[in-house]
């Protein structure tokens, strides 16, 4: 006698055919046999067919019939929504593999993109005419990409140059904050900012922290006071609409500064610690295209030699 020990492996059942769920996720999603069938090129007679062959499978009803409309069960509904989620990653994984090779999808932060990426680009195209860069400009919190599940070739993130495992990062260039205001609130922040109003462009208020620790403020400015922002472009808007003082990227206020739209009311820039990184995929086969594109982008990055600016290092 053969004895054996533990739980006994249970035995995999086999999936039910992918015509089928594919039909009951349209009729799902539709409310109709008759507009999944439009939807899917069948006759309504066939996902008919379809969705009996999942009610067969799984031994219990997934629509109920009140009147002429259709409703989901209670637990099909769940089972809807899984398949919905599942069929999108399956189109978005499709779509990645089936981009053409002179097109690179390019993920990246709002501000960067208006104040910078997008005339950069433009430039490139110029070099590159059979080269297109696709930009999906994102809000992000927190400067993240995942290429296993978003359908991008490259990204370009704010951080320390890790943004995962099996991700490839190079540096485009440095963050450097620094106050900004209008012209006509230049004088009167440099007097005594500690009574001017604050902008703060993350709601963390950690952009002020960092300068006001490093430039030596820190002691004389209250920064629980002021208007909070989620994005560095609403702050600058609102510093140059004479709102308040508020702290920016020197790199990405370039031109707004240059077009006399934002004054420097002080010459201290201090280093948040962070970078522009131009990130792909390890393994891309888009790797000399990105590679290309970052030669480019980094010889064109914003200027930062703004006369009697003084940089200093985050302690």
């Not at 932060?109 to 999906?136: C, N, Y």
């Amino acid at each position: 006698m053969t004895f054996t020990h533990g739980t006994p492996a249970l035995k995999t059942q086999p999936l039910p055919p992918v015509y089928a769920l594919r039909a009951f996720e349209s009729a799902a999603r539709t409310g109709s046999f008759t507009l999944a069938a439009e939807e899917l090129n069948l006759t309504q007679s066939a996902v008919s067919k379809h969705v009996k062959t999942l009610e067969d499978y799984f031994g219990r009803k997934l629509f109920v019939r009140q009147g002429p409309k259709l409703h989901l069960t209670a637990q099909a509904q769940i089972f809807a929504s899984g398949l919905r989620r599942g069929f999108r990653q399956i189109e978005e994984a499709c779509a990645v593999f089936q981009a053409p090779r002179d097109v690179l999808r390019l993920k990246a932060p709002s501000t960067l993109t208006m104040r910078w990426l997008l005339d950069a680009l433009a430039a490139f195209r110029k070099t590159q005419p059979g080269f297109e860069v696709q930009i999906a400009s994102v809000w992000m919190d927190v400067d993240t990409v995942d290429f296993f599940s978003e359908p991008y070739d490259c990204a370009i993130l704010l951080g320390g140059g890790r943004f995962g495992e099996g991700t490839h990062s190079v540096k485009l260039f440095d963050e450097w904050l620094i106050p900004i205001c209008s012209r006509a609130l230049a004088p009167a922040a440099r007097a005594n900012l500690g009574a001017c109003d604050l902008i703060h462009p993350s709601t963390d208020r950690r952009d002020w922290r960092r300068w006001l620790k490093a430039s030596g403020h820190a002691g004389h400015i209250d920064i629980t006071r002021g208007q909070v922002f989620d994005m560095l472009e609403q702050g600058m808007a609102a510093a140059a609409a004479g709102h308040g003082v508020s702290i920016g990227d020197l790199a990405l206020c370039a031109s707004a500064i240059d077009a006399r739209q934002l004054v420097l009311p002080f010459k201290t820039a201090v280093s948040s610690g962070d970078a522009y990184y131009l990130s792909r995929p390890e393994d891309s086969d888009k790797a000399a295209q990105v590679q290309e594109l970052h030669a480019f982008l980094a010889s064109r990055t914003p200027k930062l030699d703004y006369p009697g600016i003084a940089f200093k290092a985050l302690r």
